[in-house]
Each structure stands twice: as C-alpha cells, then as structure tokens.
C-alpha cells in the first residue's frame, strides 16, 4: 500500500475508533487525536524526503479499481505539485490537533470532525481520481460548517455559519457541475485524471467546450478560495471559527480550490487558460488591494488575518494567472507557505482568546511584557504575513512577482504595493496595537504558553516557515518540472523574460 | 582568494549568535552580550585576516544558488553569492569595526536593562543583515538583507516597546521604508525584465553592451532602485522616519542610524553606480543636496541632543547621495566612511552624556560638562571637529573631496548648497557643543553628572582615533581602485596634503566653517535659553518643527490612504456582502416558494405528476 493511503487513512480509522470511546475517557480522546495526525506528519515528512524531484510521472502511486463502467477508481500518487501540499496539511493538522486544548465541551465530536477532516483533505490532495478529488474534499468541508456552529464563538456566530454553509455549498457545486462538464466533454470515459490528460493530448476539448467550462471550475474553485468579490465568507467564519478549524480550513482546506485549478483546469483547458488569464489577473487586484485595504480597518484582529489571508489568495491566484513555469510555481509556493502562516495566526490569536477572552484591538496592547513566547510568535507571523525575507511567504511571493512581470507588469506594480506597503501598514498597526505600548491593567494575570508541549504547535509552525524560507529550493526543486510539466499543455508558447519590453505589456 | 571559508563564517556568526542567544541564553544577560559581542568582533579579525591575505586590489565572487526557476533566458536564477572587492572589504571593516566598537559600548550602556538579552539578540541580526547587503552579489539578495536591515531596525527602534512613542517610531520607521522598498523591488523586477539577469557582473557586462537601446527605460529602473536608497537612507521626501527613530537605545542610534543601516542607500548606490544614467543620476543629486540643505536648517532649532545629531546625520547623508548624483561614488564613499566613525562617536558621546544626567536628553537642562565628563568631552570634541571638517581631522578630507567633485562636475547651484550646509553644521554642531559642554550647568543633573565607565570610553576612544585620522589612511585609496581604472595610489602624506592640490573649494569649505563656528560662538557662548527664535521669528517655528511634513503627510497621504480602506470596509460589509449573500438568500428563498407549488398535498396532483414522469422516462427509453 502507498505511504499516501496511510497518510490519508489513519485519521480517518481513528475517527471510527474514537466513536467508540466513551466520551469521559478525555485524555485518552486527546491522545488518539494527537497521535492519528502526528503519524501521518511523520509519514508526509519522510515522503517528502523520499520524494525524487523531477521523476517521470507519478510517485508513491496506488489504484484500485472500484466502478468500472464509469472509470472510477481509487487512485492516489504524489508529484511535485502536491507533495509539499501534502506535507503541510499534515503539519498543519497536528499542529490544530494539539491547539484543540482550548475545546473543553464535546471533545469527543470534536475531535472525530477534526480528523474526518484531516484524512479528508489529506486524500483529497492525494487523489488522481476526480470522483475521489471531490469526494474527499466534501467530506473535509462538512466538518467545517458543524464545527463553526457548535463550538463557533462570538455573537455572531450564527450569521458566520449560515454565509459559510452557503457561499462554500454554492461553491463547491459550481465546481462539481464543472467536472462533471469536464467528464463529459473529454470523452475519455474515465475519472482518473492522468488518463484524462493523456487523452486530451490526443484530442484537445473543443474552445466552445473549454470557454464553457473553465469560468464553472474558476468561480467555483475561486469562491473556495476567497476569489475576490466572493471573499467576505472568509474573514468573518474564521472570526467565529474554533482555532483549530481556522487553522486546518484556512491553511489547508482552501489550497484545494487552486490546487484543482493547477490539477485540472490548467492542463485540460490550455486556451480557455490563456483568454481568462486577464480576468484572473484583475481579480487577483480585487483581493490585493481592496481586501488589504479592508484589513486596515479591522477592528477585531481575527478579522483582521482572515482579511489579510484572503489578499495572500491573490498572490496565489496572480501567479496562476501568469501561466509561466515561474509564477506557477511561486504560486504553489505561496500555497504551502500560506498554509504554514494562516495556521500559526490563527493558533496565536485564538491563544489570545483563550487567555482575554476579546480580540477586540482596542481592549489589548503590549501583551509582549507578559506573553514573551506568543508576542514574539505573532511578531514573527505578522512579518511573514507582510513578505519578510527568511519566511517562506517571501520566497513564494517574489517567484509570482517575478513570474507575473513578464506577462502584467502594472499588476505587479499593484500587487507590489499590496505586499509591501498595505500589508506593512496593518501588520504593523496590528503590532503596535496588541503587542506594543503599556499593558492595560486587566491583563496582568495572562499567561504564556507554560511548556514545552504547549509552545510546540507554534514552534513547529515558524520552524516550517523559517526552512522554507532559507531554503525554497526544497521546495521550488520540486514544483518546478511538474509545474513545466502542467504548462506545456497550457502555455504552448514558451514565455521568455525578455518579450517583457517588446510587446507582452498590458 | 585565500580562505575562502572565512567570508561566509563573517556572515553568518552573527546569525549563528541570533539563535543561540533566542534558544538557549536569554535568561542570562551576561552570557547573551557576550556571545553577541564575540560574532561581531571575530567577524572584524577576520575581515582583517582575510584582507591580509588577499589585499584590497582583488575581485571575486562566491556563488551559491538560493532558487532557480527554469531554463536560463527566460527562466528565474538567484544566487545566494558574496561579492568580494575594495567596496565590500571597505565596507565590511566599517560594519565589523565600527560595530564592534558600538557593540563593546552598549555592554555599558544597557548594564542595567532587564531585556539585555533581547537587545543582544537584535543587535545580532542586525550586524548580519547588514553584512549580507554589504557581500550580496545580486540584487535579489541585497533586497532580501535590505528587508532584513529593515525589521532590525523596526525592533530595535521599538525596543522600549512599552513607551507608546517608541512604537510609534518603530512603525513610522517601518512603513516609510517599505515605500521605498516597493520602488525598489520593482525597479529590481524591472532591471531583471529589461537585461535577464540579477547578478551585478552579469549586469554590468550586459548593459556595458547595451547603453544605447534602453533609454528612458534605463532612467526609470535607476530612479525606482533610487526609492529604495530614499527609503534607507532617509533622503527628502522619505526623510521624515530617521528622526524619530531617536526612541531606540542610543548605541542602536549609532550603529544604525548613524554609521551603517542609512548609509546603505548610499552604498547601494554605488554598488549599482554602472546603472544609472546621466539623467537618473542628475535626479540624484538634487533630491540628495536639498535633503542636505533641508536637514541641516532643520537641525538649527532642535533641543534634544539625539535629534540634533540626528539631523545632522539626514544631511550629511543628503551630501553623500548629492555625491554619487556628482558622477563621485569614490568622494561618497569616502564620506561615508569618515562619516561612520565622527557619527558614532558623536551618538556614543550623547550617550554617554545622557547616562551621565540620568536619561536627560534637553541640552538646556545640561551645561557645564567638561569639567564633569573629561573623556567623553574631549573625544566629543574631537567628533564635533571631524563633523564640521576642521583640518586635519577625516571629516575636513571627504567633505573637500565633495566640493571638489562639484565644482569638478561643474554644477555650481549644488556646489553653493554644499558650502551653505558646510557653514550651517557647524554652526548647529557647535550650538550643541557650546551649551552642552559650556557654560554654567543649567540644572541640578548637569551639577552632578558623572564620567561613564571604562567599557563606554574606550570605544569612544578608539572611535575618536579614526575619526581624527581617517582622512589620510588609505581609505580614498581603495575606493579609488574600485570605481576608477587605474587610480592612483597615494602615500600618507600625498592623501594628507590633497586638498591643497585644489585650493579653491577648500577655502570655501574652511570659510564655511569659521563663518559657522563665528555664529555659534557669539550666540550660544554662555547662553542659558536660545536667543535664536527671538531673531529669527516665524523661521525658527518652521525649523523646529521639522517644516511640518509630518503634519503634512499625515493630513494628505494618511488621511487619504485611511479613508480609501474606510470607503473599501463599508463596500465590503454593505454592498458586496449584503448583495451576494441576499442574491443568494432571496434566489433560495424564491426556489422553495416555487417548489412549494408543488407540494400541493393533493394525492391525485402527486399520481398525476408520477404518470407523467413515467410516460416521459418510457418515451427516452423506448420511444426513440
């Protein structure tokens, strides 16, 4: 069996095997919890290390036939587009399941929707089967909606879930219609999407076709990741969100809506690919500018990194838009980089929670005096968040910088003042606000993270961040063939740096 | 080139102690400062050892990929490479020595603080940040160091992070750079468009083949690396963040923000000098003089002795930039240079005077302190001499060196600008001197100030030796070798006798200076209050406060940029929320109404509506 279905497999077993643990059994649930994602970290980092950057096809590679008059079968394989994926969302997942301390009611529920909704997602980024694909990913995100609702904070808690369950349901459809489309049209009579590709080589879908289906998977997939205009689920469900669950839906559950776009979109609709570049590109500003300039205003700080994770969504979404290998691959770079940062903000801010019980800016401040381990932790991810060199946001984002260039120079120049100054500004204000100036009286029993164990998902968190970002090459080594790999089918025309001045400019 | 190794151990001890100190030693201050003085100071003997080894006159490069995208044209290639010539060596003697110096003083001077520990820490990755522009071989690296340089001056600036002024400052410093770092970054992205390639050699050697087809493009890339320059070095209209970057500690105010961090813009320029073009560099120059000229009137009507020092440093660094704009980076760097160590000096010597009064910073509060602080007054005395370029200190040398350009380079308006600055610092330098040093005391504190301890004066010792002698160490030499082809190597008393060469531009820099020091003398001699703003009215209102540009800024940009993401937030949370999710609500709401319709509860509608369904199916099925 591939190290994949164990990856993805043991979170959900131990989901089966906690419904049977009685529920006053805590530390054994919190027990099983933990070990169910830390195994399967483990597994993704010595995947990731076995992993040859560049090999011919795919790695790790299990099928299984299951229905075969549709061409359904179970199929999981890794190359470099999702590997490093892979190896975040099970960081990421142990890292939510030690942070799930702060639950204290129906732990047990708690965490068995916490692990359907690891092993869901991790097989979802697994899968070469458009049926699993999808399949998996809906198992991951109704998790998401229950938990907001039963263990969502805040008054309006309600409201969050109802745009979340909505927005997420209507997108999520969007984007199956859109495969099913796809199913149809390629007449390839087969879901496995190796053999897809394969086939469409052979006999490219009709432009008619492609112009058809590409915007159904764009807004669909777009609106599971916060695509600007249809972001504002975003900020305000991972406001209410448990942090666990912001951690693992904001770090790891939204990359599956550009991972399909990267996955499938890319290779089987080249030309539609190249004629909504553009309008990607002016999207991409909507998130940027606009949602960097909302984030200024935030007056709640969750609200503030929800908004500040959604403009990230559009440096992500530029460097797909710039259909070079570079923009690709800084994209999927942003990708795991992004899921590293939004987990660890989201684990400090709900520490914070936990400890003020408001994350109302104007009732904190210089909460560096008593929380040194944690203020210092969310300085750090407030500087990856704003594209500080050392983090492996900045390496991810000048790659889309660069990439995108060539192909929208005055976009870049927005997406530029994006990174660099609007994100400057509120990072910095968000800094000055909660962890500079004197500290409030009320605050002086807060406590910081006491031990080892608790400092260890934030810890391992900025670890992962600071590898990255020293080395992308562990990372850009490895997207890069594969990302060349998904282009040539996309961008016939091999882009040069060079055409830049001549006649690229838009 | 010999030892090889001995480069990037330069490079990354300092690192190296970042992490021990954060993981390992914070509980222990002592251990902490030392560790971090033990980087910085192995870093200079090994800077001294590697240049022993291979001399000034050499040029390599180590190359080491940091991430490369596809093929070569086209594709995105970024060293992590050190560039090794005069500049960097000169370069990273300043940063290692004057470091050193600066680091040795605070082990003094933050004795008593609780964070020592932390303090250590940044100081640490600062000296590494501002190595790694120093060595980097490619613009992406410098951009990445130049980030660097900037988040250790956001925390150093903030270290007293529970003062509201001081978080304050740390932001202002922050963001003001970042809008320098985005001309930057796409000036960087441009470059890279226009010629493919990063790596500085590469470049030079391409545009060397390609002056003539990039034209105003050219110009523009050179005056978007120019922002970041702006931004660093704090030239005129990004100027507004150095001063209040006072808040920090006193040695940080030296070591960044005086000696090294700001004068990366100006080292940068030069780094990238092949870039620029004769327009950019005219650009240059003028934003560079006014910033001089801006700075220094500025200077005049400050109380606060750091902020005095503070604007003198603007305007010196408005010289240097006016210098490279000169078609001069070898007079700019040579500035630059002196100017590292009469600055620090000077900052170390105001701080040695604020510990002294216990943390009094008003120099009408201080009077008297020669006779109280014998060591740190003659050193001061010896940095106040080298500012305003009293021969034969370094200052006087690398100040005749600029006018000398300008006037070689025939533009005079700046050459006028560069005398009038020349007059206007000394006379605010000896403003300071006078009421500080002179005088009855003017306060309790100043009566019974004490000398700082022996780890304070020496560096302020050592310090004072270079700036005393800098002028005529070899230090024009080297840069020489770097930007000119064959240039000429002086000895000691060719290099001391210079000036004379070129009479007319020094007698206008030493007349400058008396006329300056004649002012002072008869205003501030003795004097217990400024009698300035008596004379000068509305004027000294104007220059005490800074010609009211923060006040501007943050009437016109601030307020302009608040209210677009106040615009933005109401869109957002009435427009496109309200309508999405009520297009959405309402579509829901009309589909269950319809189907409703359906549902009539009549069991005849229910068979009916199953025959029909049935007949259809069988229709596909069969009838086709």
């Given at each position: 069996m591939s190290i994949l279905t164990y990856i993805a497999g043991w979170p959900l077993l131990a989901a089966l095997l906690l419904a049977v643990v009685p529920r006053n059994y805590r530390v054994i649930l919190r027990a099983i919890a933990v070990l169910a994602t830390l195994i399967p970290a483990v597994l993704a980092v010595k995947m990731f290390a076995q992993f040859v950057p560049g090999a011919n096809g795919y790695q790790f590679e299990q099928?299984?036939?299951?229905?075969?008059?549709?061409?359904?079968?179970?199929?999981?394989?890794?190359?470099?587009?999702?590997?490093?994926?892979?190896?975040?969302?099970?960081?990421?997942?142990?890292?939510?399941?030690?942070?799930?301390?702060?639950?204290?009611?129906?732990?047990?529920?708690?965490?068995?929707?916490?692990?359907?909704?690891?092993?869901?997602?991790?097989?979802?980024?697994?899968?070469?089967?458009?049926?699993?694909?999808?399949?998996?990913?809906?198992?991951?995100?109704?998790?998401?909606?229950?938990?907001?609702?039963?263990?969502?904070?805040?008054?309006?808690?309600?409201?969050?879930?109802f745009q979340i369950t909505l927005y997420l349901s209507i997108g999520a459809l969007i984007a199956l219609i859109g495969l099913i489309a796809l199913y149809l049209q390629s007449g390839a009579n087969t879901f496995d999407i190796p053999k897809i590709i394969e086939h469409a080589k052979a006999n490219p879908l009709a432009a008619s076709a492609q112009n058809f289906i590409f915007p159904l998977l764009l807004f669909g997939f777009g609106i599971l990741v916060s695509l600007w205009p249809f972001h504002s689920w975003a900020p305000l469900g991972y406001g209410v969100a448990p942090s666990p669950t912001a951690m693992l839906h904001a770090g790891v559950l939204k990359k599956f809506g550009l991972y399909g776009l990267i996955r499938i979109a890319?290779?089987?609709?080249?030309?539609?690919?190249?004629?909504?570049?553009?309008?990607?590109?002016?999207?991409?500003?909507?998130?940027?500018?606009?949602?960097?300039?909302?984030?200024?205003?935030?007056?709640?700080?969750?609200?503030?990194?929800?908004?500040?994770?959604?403009?990230?969504?559009?440096?992500?979404?530029?460097?797909?838009?710039?259909?070079?290998?570079?923009?690709?691959?800084?994209?999927?770079?942003?990708?795991?980089?992004?899921?590293?940062?939004?987990?660890?903000?989201?684990?400090?801010?709900?520490?914070?929670?936990?400890?003020?019980?408001?994350?109302?800016?104007?009732?904190?401040?210089?909460?560096?005096?008593?929380?040194?381990?944690?203020?210092?932790?969310?300085?750090?991810?407030?500087?990856?968040?704003?594209?500080?060199?050392?983090?492996?946001?900045?390496?991810?984002?000048?790659?889309?910088?660069?990439?995108?260039?060539?192909?929208?120079?005055?976009?870049?120049?927005?997406?530029?003042?994006?990174?660099?100054?609007?994100?400057?500004?509120?990072?910095?204000?968000?800094?000055?606000?909660?962890?500079?100036?004197?500290?409030?009286?009320?605050?002086?029993?807060?406590?910081?993270?006491?031990?080892?164990?608790?400092?260890?998902?934030?810890?391992?968190?900025?670890?992962?961040?600071?590898?990255?970002?020293?080395?992308?090459?562990?990372?850009?080594?490895?997207?890069?063939?594969?990302?060349?790999?998904?282009?040539?089918?996309?961008?016939?025309?091999?882009?040069?740096?060079?055409?830049?001045?001549?006649?690229?400019?838009? | 080139m010999k030892y090889e190794y001995l480069p990037w151990l330069i490079l990354f001890l300092p690192l190296l102690s970042v992490a021990v100190i954060t993981l390992f030693t914070l509980r222990s201050k002592t251990v902490s400062s030392l560790i971090s003085i033990g980087a910085v100071a192995t870093g200079f003997v090994m800077t001294l050892l590697f240049i022993n080894a291979n001399g000034f006159q050499f040029s390599g490069e180590l190359p080491c990929n940091w991430l490369s995208i596809g093929e070569a044209p086209g594709g995105l290639q970024i060293d992590f490479g050190l560039?090794?010539?005069?500049?960097?060596?000169?370069?990273?003697?300043?940063?290692?020595?004057?470091?050193?110096?600066?680091?040795?003083?605070?082990?003094?001077?933050?004795?008593?603080?609780?964070?020592?520990?932390?303090?250590?820490?940044?100081?640490?990755?600062?000296?590494?940040?501002?190595?790694?522009?120093?060595?980097?071989?490619?613009?992406?690296?410098?951009?990445?160091?130049?980030?660097?340089?900037?988040?250790?001056?956001?925390?150093?600036?903030?270290?007293?992070?529970?003062?509201?002024?001081?978080?304050?400052?740390?932001?202002?410093?922050?963001?003001?750079?970042?809008?320098?770092?985005?001309?930057?970054?796409?000036?960087?992205?441009?470059?890279?468009?226009?010629?493919?390639?990063l790596n500085f050699g590469v470049l030079q050697t391409s545009l060397a083949a390609n002056t003539v087809t990039l034209g105003a493009s050219a110009t523009l890339a050179g005056l978007l690396v120019f922002c970041g320059a702006m931004g660093k070095s704090a030239q005129f209209p990004l100027h507004v963040w150095l001063p209040d970057a006072m808040e920090g500690p006193t040695p940080v105010s030296a070591l960044i923000h005086a000696a090294t961090m700001v004068a990366a813009g100006v080292y940068m320029l030069c780094r990238i000098f092949f870039l620029l073009n004769a327009d950019a560099l005219h650009a240059i120059a003028y934003i560079g003089g006014f910033t001089a000229l801006l700075a220094a009137l500025m200077a005049v009507q400050q109380n606060d002795i750091k902020r005095i020092?503070?604007?003198?440093?603007?305007?010196?660094?408005?010289?240097?930039?006016?210098?490279?704009?000169?078609?001069?980076?070898?007079?700019?760097?040579?500035?630059?240079?002196?100017?590292?160590?009469?600055?620090?000096?000077?900052?170390?010597?105001?701080?040695?005077?604020?510990?002294?009064?216990?943390?009094?910073?008003?120099?009408?509060?201080?009077?008297n302190l020669r006779k109280k602080m014998p060591v740190t007054f003659l050193t001061f005395t010896i940095g106040t001499l080298a500012l305003c370029g009293v021969p034969p200190f370094s200052g006087f040398y690398?100040?005749?060196?600029?006018?000398?350009?300008?006037?070689?380079?025939?533009?005079?308006?700046?050459?006028?600008?560069?005398?009038?600055?020349?007059?206007?610092?000394?006379?605010?330098?000896?403003?300071?001197?006078?009421?500080?040093?002179?005088?009855?005391?003017?306060?309790?504190?100043?009566?019974?100030?004490?000398?700082?301890?022996?780890?304070m004066t020496l560096p302020l010792i050592a310090l004072a030796a270079f700036a005393f002698a800098g002028g005529f160490i070899g230090i024009m030499n080297n840069y020489g070798s770097q930007f000119v082809a064959g240039h000429e190597q002086l000895s000691m008393a060719q290099q001391a006798s210079e000036p004379f060469k070129n009479i007319f531009p020094m007698v206008c820099g030493l007349g400058a200076v008396a006329v300056g020091l004649l002012l002072a003398f008869s205003l501030y001699k003795n004097a217990d209050t400024d009698p300035l703003p008596a004379k000068l009215g509305g004027l000294a209102t104007a220059m005490k406060n800074k010609f009211y540009f923060d006040e501007l800024y943050e009437a016109t940009f601030i307020r302009a940029h608040d209210f677009i993401a106040e615009v933005a937030d109401w869109m957002d949370r009435w427009i496109l929320e309200g309508a999405i999710i009520g297009t959405i609500r309402g579509g829901t709401d009309l589909g269950g109404r319809a189907l409703r319709l359906a549902q009539t509860g009549n069991l005849q509608t229910y068979a009916f509506l199953f025959v029909l369904g049935v007949a259809l199916v069988l229709y596909f099925v069969l009838g086709k």
């Amino acid at each position: 069996m591939s190290i994949l279905t164990y990856i993805a497999g043991w979170p959900l077993l131990a989901a089966l095997l906690l419904a049977v643990v009685p529920r006053n059994y805590r530390v054994i649930l919190r027990a099983i919890a933990v070990l169910a994602t830390l195994i399967p970290a483990v597994l993704a980092v010595k995947m990731f290390a076995q992993f040859v950057p560049g090999a011919n096809g795919y790695q790790f590679e299990q099928q299984i036939p299951w229905v075969e008059s549709l061409g359904i079968s179970y199929h999981v394989g890794v190359d470099g587009l999702n590997v490093g994926l892979i190896l975040m969302g099970a960081i990421v997942a142990f890292a939510a399941a030690l942070c799930s301390w702060e639950i204290q009611t129906r732990e047990k529920e708690f965490y068995i929707l916490l692990l359907v909704m690891t092993g869901g997602i991790l097989g979802a980024f697994a899968s070469l089967d458009l049926f699993f694909f999808y399949f998996l990913h809906e198992l991951a995100l109704v998790p998401t909606f229950i938990m907001i609702g039963v263990w969502g904070r805040g008054e309006k808690k309600n409201y969050a879930t109802f745009q979340i369950t909505l927005y997420l349901s209507i997108g999520a459809l969007i984007a199956l219609i859109g495969l099913i489309a796809l199913y149809l049209q390629s007449g390839a009579n087969t879901f496995d999407i190796p053999k897809i590709i394969e086939h469409a080589k052979a006999n490219p879908l009709a432009a008619s076709a492609q112009n058809f289906i590409f915007p159904l998977l764009l807004f669909g997939f777009g609106i599971l990741v916060s695509l600007w205009p249809f972001h504002s689920w975003a900020p305000l469900g991972y406001g209410v969100a448990p942090s666990p669950t912001a951690m693992l839906h904001a770090g790891v559950l939204k990359k599956f809506g550009l991972y399909g776009l990267i996955r499938i979109a890319l290779p089987l609709l080249p030309q539609a690919a190249q004629s909504w570049a553009q309008v990607i590109a002016w999207l991409c500003v909507g998130n940027i500018l606009y949602v960097g300039w909302v984030a200024m205003r935030q007056r709640d700080l969750n609200l503030l990194v929800g908004n500040s994770s959604v403009a990230h969504m559009g440096f992500i979404f530029l460097g797909i838009a710039s259909l070079n290998i570079i923009g690709v691959t800084g994209a999927v770079l942003i990708m795991i980089a992004h899921g590293f940062l939004a987990a660890l903000t989201f684990a400090l801010s709900g520490y914070i929670y936990q400890q003020t019980g408001t994350l109302q800016i104007s009732e904190l401040g210089g909460l560096c005096r008593k929380l040194p381990f944690i203020g210092t932790a969310l300085l750090m991810a407030a500087m990856a968040g704003c594209g500080l060199p050392g983090f492996a946001n900045f390496a991810g984002e000048a790659t889309v910088f660069f990439g995108a260039w060539v192909k929208f120079p005055a976009i870049t120049i927005i997406a530029l003042w994006g990174a660099l100054v609007i994100g400057g500004v509120y990072m910095t204000r968000a800094i000055r606000n909660v962890l500079h100036g004197p500290l409030p009286e009320k605050w002086n029993s807060l406590a910081d993270a006491a031990n080892a164990w608790r400092k260890l998902p934030y810890a391992l968190l900025l670890a992962s961040l600071l590898i990255f970002g020293f080395a992308p090459k562990l990372l850009t080594d490895k997207i890069n063939p594969d990302a060349e790999k998904i282009l040539n089918q996309a961008a016939p025309i091999k882009l040069v740096a060079h055409t830049a001045t001549s006649g690229a400019r838009n | 080139m010999k030892y090889e190794y001995l480069p990037w151990l330069i490079l990354f001890l300092p690192l190296l102690s970042v992490a021990v100190i954060t993981l390992f030693t914070l509980r222990s201050k002592t251990v902490s400062s030392l560790i971090s003085i033990g980087a910085v100071a192995t870093g200079f003997v090994m800077t001294l050892l590697f240049i022993n080894a291979n001399g000034f006159q050499f040029s390599g490069e180590l190359p080491c990929n940091w991430l490369s995208i596809g093929e070569a044209p086209g594709g995105l290639q970024i060293d992590f490479g050190l560039k090794l010539d005069a500049l960097s060596m000169m370069m990273l003697l300043v940063v290692t020595g004057v470091g050193g110096a600066i680091h040795i003083y605070s082990f003094g001077y933050m004795h008593e603080d609780r964070s020592r520990a932390r303090f250590f820490a940044f100081m640490s990755l600062f000296t590494f940040s501002m190595l790694g522009i120093v060595l980097a071989n490619n613009f992406l690296m410098m951009f990445i160091f130049w980030e660097l340089v900037g988040v250790s001056s956001y925390l150093l600036i903030g270290f007293w992070f529970e003062k509201p002024s001081a978080g304050d400052a740390a932001k202002k410093a922050f963001i003001t750079n970042r809008l320098g770092d985005f001309g930057f970054l796409a000036g960087i992205l441009m470059v890279w468009g226009l010629l493919g390639s990063l790596n500085f050699g590469v470049l030079q050697t391409s545009l060397a083949a390609n002056t003539v087809t990039l034209g105003a493009s050219a110009t523009l890339a050179g005056l978007l690396v120019f922002c970041g320059a702006m931004g660093k070095s704090a030239q005129f209209p990004l100027h507004v963040w150095l001063p209040d970057a006072m808040e920090g500690p006193t040695p940080v105010s030296a070591l960044i923000h005086a000696a090294t961090m700001v004068a990366a813009g100006v080292y940068m320029l030069c780094r990238i000098f092949f870039l620029l073009n004769a327009d950019a560099l005219h650009a240059i120059a003028y934003i560079g003089g006014f910033t001089a000229l801006l700075a220094a009137l500025m200077a005049v009507q400050q109380n606060d002795i750091k902020r005095i020092i503070a604007y003198s440093t603007l305007s010196q660094l408005g010289y240097m930039v006016m210098t490279v704009g000169l078609n001069g980076p070898t007079p700019a760097m040579f500035h630059l240079t002196t100017h590292a160590f009469f600055k620090a000096l000077l900052f170390l010597g105001a701080g040695s005077v604020i510990i002294g009064m216990h943390h009094e910073q008003d120099i009408w509060q201080m009077g008297n302190l020669r006779k109280k602080m014998p060591v740190t007054f003659l050193t001061f005395t010896i940095g106040t001499l080298a500012l305003c370029g009293v021969p034969p200190f370094s200052g006087f040398y690398s100040k005749d060196a600029i006018l000398a350009q300008a006037l070689k380079q025939n533009n005079h308006l700046l050459f006028g600008v560069g005398v009038f600055v020349a007059a206007l610092t000394t006379f605010y330098t000896f403003r300071l001197f006078f009421v500080v040093f002179f005088g009855k005391e003017k306060s309790k504190a100043a009566a019974h100030a004490h000398e700082s301890p022996l780890v304070m004066t020496l560096p302020l010792i050592a310090l004072a030796a270079f700036a005393f002698a800098g002028g005529f160490i070899g230090i024009m030499n080297n840069y020489g070798s770097q930007f000119v082809a064959g240039h000429e190597q002086l000895s000691m008393a060719q290099q001391a006798s210079e000036p004379f060469k070129n009479i007319f531009p020094m007698v206008c820099g030493l007349g400058a200076v008396a006329v300056g020091l004649l002012l002072a003398f008869s205003l501030y001699k003795n004097a217990d209050t400024d009698p300035l703003p008596a004379k000068l009215g509305g004027l000294a209102t104007a220059m005490k406060n800074k010609f009211y540009f923060d006040e501007l800024y943050e009437a016109t940009f601030i307020r302009a940029h608040d209210f677009i993401a106040e615009v933005a937030d109401w869109m957002d949370r009435w427009i496109l929320e309200g309508a999405i999710i009520g297009t959405i609500r309402g579509g829901t709401d009309l589909g269950g109404r319809a189907l409703r319709l359906a549902q009539t509860g009549n069991l005849q509608t229910y068979a009916f509506l199953f025959v029909l369904g049935v007949a259809l199916v069988l229709y596909f099925v069969l009838g086709k």
